[in-house]
Nanobody, 126 residues
Framework: QVQLVESGGGLVQAGGSLRLSCAASGRAFSTYAMGWFRQAPGKEREFVAGISRSGISIYYADSVKGRFTISRDNAKNTVALQMNSLKPEDTAVYYC???????????????????WGQGTQVTVSS
């Protein structure tokens, strides 16, 4: 069992930055691939970024490439999402997730993840 707790959300103006953090407890954090997803009102949950167990392989949604950076610290059991040049369309609840992912395509599918945090709200004003 893995417990995930997100933090760092808030209200920011367009063009600003936020850094989300996800703290994990429970079973060995380093054995799980991690992902960030987001869900806006009335929309499906969508993939934002993913990172492999070692941190070597990283994946991004096209909509955030060049603006967001995912990272992890296995010694501290944390994964972060640095979000720069934020846009109003980035407004959503952001979730971190953990899963035993074997293939790169699995990172994009929320159903492949086993554990989820409660989410943190990010609101970008225009």
């Amino acid at each position: 069992q893995v417990q995930l707790v997100e933090s760092g959300g808030g209200l920011v103006q367009a063009g600003g930055s936020l850094r989300l953090s996800c703290a994990a407890s429970g079973r060995a954090f380093s054995t799980y691939a991690m992902g960030w997803f987001r869900q806006a009102p009335g929309k499906e949950r969508e993939f934002v970024a993913g990172i492999s167990r070692s941190g070597i392989s990283i994946y991004y949604a096209d909509s955030v490439k060049g603006r967001f950076t995912i990272s992890r610290d296995n010694a501290k059991n944390t994964v972060a999402l640095q979000m720069n040049s934020l846009k109003p369309e980035d407004t959503a609840v952001y979730y971190c997730a953990a899963g035993s992912l074997s293939f790169s395509v699995y990172y994009y599918n929320p159903q492949r993840y086993d554990y989820w945090g409660q989410g943190t709200q990010v609101t970008v004003s225009s």
